[in-house]
């Protein structure tokens, strides 16, 4: 029956991942820390809006990401001694240098976000995308990006240095993900969508490939978020919270996060490193096993 073989194809698949996927059960934080916060911010801008074919009018609500969003985040993060990783298309080295130049000055981590938010299909090209993106951050920050958020394949990151992943949901704990052929593993720092501004806030133009209409009061959104954190602080010791300046860079957001980040901070023992952090901590007392 073609069910039962459908079935035989997810048992099989199923096993495949189970097999590559080795979670790191106990993170044990530096000095006490009772649970790892990784602030990231996706600084897509109006990218991400051009590649879903909006039309030019909806530019403008990724651009207010660039002009003013980003330099919100940045402004909150440093008012609570937060460490953020900023996951920075290479364009956006183009368009919003002095944001980026910003964000490495006032400590944040700058990692990769791929060239224009796309990663080809091409192994040279998505190659030279990746390098290309590398060298377009370095020159702005001095600094050669260790980390992505994006699809770039494990193989090719590792060539270029790069360090760990912030990419897939498979669990709620960072984790390495082996090679299907054994050549190697990446750390992965993963997220969750119901941790991520865009869910809640973004709006997209209706006749574009994204046509979600989220407009969520940022109260129901605080409420959600912090029993999130609870629950990880409680249990997973880890936590990923992905955000958009275009998204979150609205007044009443920041004004939420405002409250959450303090929130958090009443609880003993809440660390909120950057993401190169975290993946160093991972690697140095738990590496991969061959
Ligand atoms: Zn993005």
Redesign the pocket.
Known sequence: MAFDSDLEELRAAATGYAARHQVIEDCAWPEGARIAVNVTA?F?AM??RRLLGEPPMQLAKGEFGGRVGIWRLLELFGSHGITATI?T?GRICELYPEAVRAAARAGHEVAD??WE?RVPKEPAVEAAHLRRTAAALERLTGRRPIGT?SRHSHALLRAEGFLYASEDVPDHRPHYIHDADGGGAMLNLPFHYAIDDAMFFSFAWLNSENAAQRITDPDRVFELWWEAFRQQYEVGGYLNICL?PFVSGRALRIAMLDRLFSRMKTLPGVWFPSCEAVARHCLATCPPTA
Do not use: C, V
Request: avoid cysteine; aromatic fraction near 10%; glycine fraction near 0%.
């Open positions: 996706d897509d990218l991400l996951f298309p976000h791929m938010h958020r958009h």
